[in-house]
């Protein structure tokens, strides 16, 4: 306890005095504050659009409220209403933008056929795409390994060359209490500076504080203490401090890079995604096949007992309105034959995910990277219950307005107040991160387990 | 005390180390001479513990250094050969660092002190390691030593790289140190700084202790004519 | 003198165990990235031209109907793969690839590969340039790193100097030993590179692309050659090989790994682009009231009614020898294509601004000088990109206008049921994008040509100035 105690000490002491240390605690700092900057104004720029667009849809709303008078068609008044689905930044998601830069968080949506609405994109400059983001999780998954890197390369080896080790082992304590010591020195600066920058980041960008802190700082906590493990490996390997330093940061480029783009380069070519011709030409065959009967009497009729029979309640009354109903009929029924083409894009592409993120145990960079977007809920799984959400609320407001079309019923101005309007929910953490931290642990146990196994 | 008994070290089919039988008494300084490879630097590992012995057993205090390496490492102090430092701290505070480490807590006084008593300049003191000569490291290794109190001093060639008023301070030392009763091992190629500070001589060839002499009974010529006819 | 130094090098080097082993690493990492990628190359080709063919045999076989319901129907453009994108996938996995063309509306292109990877792709893609571009010059700092500095901690470089010869000529002598190392594992996967183009055109290599290979492989070897010389420059300088290694390694990061992302980001910070919705709602604004604020739609539409009636000299719309529809939605279609090529343009200016910021710490950064000039030449860069959206955006222009014009001249004004022959379909030509020629992406680049000049004239000086350097 004494010897740790001291050792922290002048280890302290003497990294505070290198120049190395100085230069590296600079710059740590420095992407540090950059990233947390920038993640907040990405993510501020996405909560201003988003707030754009709701001060957009509340002056539509409102103009089209002026409009309602006593024999006003629901139909009018839903052909006119766009509502704003959206899916705003977690807190958590400036320090982990993810995949919402890539996916569109934003849908104005009418109680038409989903299907022609769902498909936008965000427009985006793809060089910023191809390079990615500079957010704080990217300082923690890269640049901080880095760091610790530059830290202990010359753990031991550094002793040795400096002719200090000798005068050091003349003393009673052994070698592995000394690397031992050190290293948890390293872990606990790191883990240290990065608790900093969370917590600067949480005051910053004012975040909520629950458990994702918990679980945030737990995933940095073993992702730094991975690292460790590998510099201990390395350093029971007795090399030369050149030597060191090269395994190290070759480490860093097979975890970091290498093992992340293969498991790519393998999920690209084992689930691969067709161009979606079929989807597209679906969604104008369609279509085009409902225009092309709309004067077809006998189909019309056939359409709207199709209808009926499948919602009792949308049974139609040709008499009064007739077109409008054909039409919606169509759209149901439009909106459930493309149905599987869009199931079947998005299975693959979960799918992709899920052994994306079994895969990710092979590198712990891939893994701690996943837990962040799953905590910042900015992952791609989380953009396809954002598309869920869309849908369930598509059906709401479908349901609103098909009863009162179908029902021939006026639209009142009290029935305006009663048009669903989209409140977004946020989804609990769910177990995804407990797995993931559970394999980030299993990693870090079996660096470990190696790093204390050559020790003999 | 320190005391080897048939130390033996291979390397493969190479002897380092033959048999060594050896008894250091408390106050005695005993000398090593020998030439390059003959076995002193692989004697001092042994007593250190640095390395394992393939043969016989090397005891501090009585207590067998294989066995209890961190125990024995407290009776035991020692100067290498060129003593390196961290070079980011001062004198004081690498002896600080040092006699903390062996169990000691010195003020700032007391560390001074030894630093003087080793010969230390006082303004040197207070500066960084870094810009210190060789000889002004060899001084911080023997307040290093001298703060431990150690019951053994082992010592691989101090004096090399020193100036010849420097050497004289440190056999003064030396001889303060044994008459205190510390058992000291030196292993030297100074044959006239051997015959002046030693009790006993040694000279090993090829791993071998091939004779002991008493320091008393011999004059430095003949001890020089001794040691090239043994090697 | 020099030959034998660097033979002396290439020898020891091909006989290092430390060389065989990042060097095989190396080297199948190539084999991996180019295998993989001429696949997904080959299937999203195929995939993509089968779509093209589809959307094609769907447009000419629409059947009979009113001219505008056919530019309502609409067709889709697909991005083609350029023939070396497999080498370097660029921007490609991050640009849509899918435009529906239809009347009225200027659609984004859609479905990019990188909406349909898992969340791994950010950590890069494995290709060809990626290993080039990224692990090379992490080998070439293995290997070079003690190269002058451990001779001088061994006292043979003093012994090397007072044999008489000067330190730069033993330094070119070294790099020309590690070049010619390193083209053992190099090479190979070039000369790969270059059998898949072949295979991948199926043998009518062009000149142009001949060329855009040819230059790729200079750009390539310039980059190799900068930190060759730079690492033996900076093993020469540092007072310990241990300081060498770390010096060049936090140059690598820096440049490979910080740098990039810094000055991408820096940009998109600097110039705020607009989101979807704000592009979208100015373009409106702007159809609406008229691009100057002061000509809205309405008013535009009774000026052209008058234009009209006074250019054909009758009374009303009715009495007109041609359709009134069509020439309204012409002139619609012209003006929205007006406003939004307008707003296109200002966008893209912004990206383009955005983008420039990196492109001009090339000067500073030789990886973003090789990275952009690369991807240029493989035809995935940025650029191409939006050379190919503003291509689909005339091609869709042109079909609506061809279409819009034979209903003006077959039909009377009010007539929707009038069907035009199936023959008209034929007219517009096949949607045929080529690539941007290789001096447009030569010229678009020229701050990434001019940083590698640079560069090379850089590293000759220091080379050569490591006459003066002092041994100590």
Redesign the interface.
Known sequence: M??IR?LFK?EA??LV??RLFQVAIGLLLLVGLYAIYYGKSEMDQQRAVLKEIRADEAKKMESLRSKISTDTLPNVIGNRTFRLVENPPSDWASLSIGQRDIFPYQLYVRYYTLSRQIMTTEIANPEKLLTGNFDLAFVLIYIFPLFIIALSYNLISGERE???L?????????ESQITYIKIAFRWLLSFGIALFLVVLAVIICGIKIDNTLLWWLLATALYFAFWIGIVLIINNLKRNSSFNAFSLLGTWIVIVIVVPTLINLYLASAYAAPPRNDLTQAIRHEFEEIWAKYDDKNHRYQTAQKLAAKYPEYKSDTSYNWEDKYMLAEYDFYDERLAPLFAKYQNINLQKESVGQKLGVLSAAALTQQIFNTLAQTDTRYHYHFLEEAGRFHAEMKVFFYTKIFQNKTFKLADFEQIPKYEFKKKPINNETNNGILMLLLSVIVVWGIGIMMKK | MLQAKNLTKTYGEQTALNSLNLTINEGEIFALLGQNGAGKTTTINCF???IQPSGGSASINDVSVAEN???T??Y???I?E????????TGI?NLE??S????FSYGKDELSSFLSKAGLQNTAHNQ?VGGYSKGMRQKV?IA?AIAKKAKAL?LDEPTSGLDPKASNEFSEILRELAQNGTAVLMATHDIFRAKEVANRIGIMKEGNLVSVIDAKEISANELEKLYLQTV | MKKIIANKEYTTLLRDKRFKLMGGLIAFLLLVALLGGFASYRSLKKERDLAQKEARETWLNQGEKNPHSAAHYGSFALRPKSEMSFFDFGVDSFTGTNVYLEAHRQNDPKFSAAQDSSSLIRFGEMTVAFVLQMLVPLLIIFLCFNSISQEKEDNTLKLMLSQGISMSLIAWGKIQGFSKALAWIIVPALLLTFILILIGTEGSLSADLLLRFALTLLAYAVYFFVFISLSVVISARAGSSRNALLSLLGIWVLACVILPKATTNIGASIFKAPSNFEFREAIHKDEENGIDGHNPSDKRFEALKKQVLAQYKVDSVEQLPVNFDAIAMQEGEKYSTMVYNKHFDRMENIYQNQNSVAAYSAILNPFMAVRNLSMGLAGSDYKTALAFQKYAEKYRYEMVETLNTHMRDFSKTGDWEKKADAGIYAKIPDFDFKNPSITSVLSQNWVALLALLIWVFMCIKMVSNLKNISLS
């Open positions: 004494k010897n001291l002048y002491i003497s005095r290198s400096g002719g200090t000798s005068l050091l082992l003349s003393n009673p304590i052994s | 250190l513990g640095f390496a961190l125990e490492k407290k035991l102090a020692y290498p060129t003593v390196m430092l961290y070079p980011n701290l505070e660092f040092f903390s480490l062996a169990g960084r290794g290093i082992l």
